[in-house]
């Protein structure tokens, strides 16, 4: 089922974490890479998907990007996360997002900012309820939107969130058709 966990088990019976991933359905590129069925291109080896069986198939989801941030630092999206300056408390990162810790010296940074969840093949940001805000600015677009508190936003490749006086940019190949 879309955005459940895979747990395999081992010999034992046991669940392999190492192997865990969020199950999506897509379609496979001739090389077997697992793609968005949206895209025209296999986001991992670029060639055409204009020979698809059309058979959507069941497979773990790759990382659907990047977060780079201001200062030159990036994270890879591989899985939800919180971002502030001190998100290892929010309930989120209980329910298994990762916390990335944020340093902001304009003191507009709430503890527990914003979470990027991952929903299926879609990168999203939610305002926690910060302070200040949770602001998008999508490509192409000169104006920031400010984001509804516990209201997902879909990112587009390119789209930029101002987080106090931090900025980070979504970068992926999975959203370009």
Same mark, same amino acid.
Do not use: Y
């Given at each position: 089922?879309? #955005?459940? &966990?895979l747990a395999p088990r081992g010999r @034992? #019976? #046991? !669940? %392999?974490?190492? *192997? +865990? #991933? !969020? %199950? !999506?359905?897509?379609f496979k590129c001739a090389r077997d890479h697992l793609n968005d069925p949206r895209v025209s291109f296999c986001a991992v080896c670029g060639i055409r998907m204009d020979q698809l069986t059309c058979i959507l /198939?069941?497979?773990?989801?790759?990382?659907l990007g990047l977060l780079l941030l201001d200062d030159g630092t990036?994270? !890879?999206? @591989?899985? @939800?996360? %919180?971002l502030g300056r001190e998100?290892?408390? &929010?309930? *989120? %990162? &209980? +329910?298994g997002a990762r916390p990335v810790r944020v340093e902001d010296h304009s003191g507009g940074m709430s503890r527990a900012h914003a979470e990027i969840r991952l929903m299926d093949w879609d990168v999203t940001v939610v305002d926690g309820g910060s302070t200040n805000g949770t602001h998008v600015r999508q490509p192409s677009h000169q104006d920031w939107t400010r984001a509804i508190p516990g209201h997902p936003v879909?990112? /587009?490749p390119g789209a930029q969130i101002q987080l106090g006086g931090r900025v980070a940019t979504f970068d992926s190949q999975h959203g370009q058709l």
């Open positions: 089922m879309p #955005g459940e &966990a @034992d #019976g #046991g !669940v %392999v974490a190492e *192997a +865990r #991933g !969020v %199950v !999506v359905k897509g /198939t069941d497979g773990i989801r790759p990382p990036s994270f !890879v999206l @591989d899985n @939800d996360c %919180v998100p290892e408390h &929010a309930e *989120a %990162v &209980a +329910r879909k990112l /587009t």
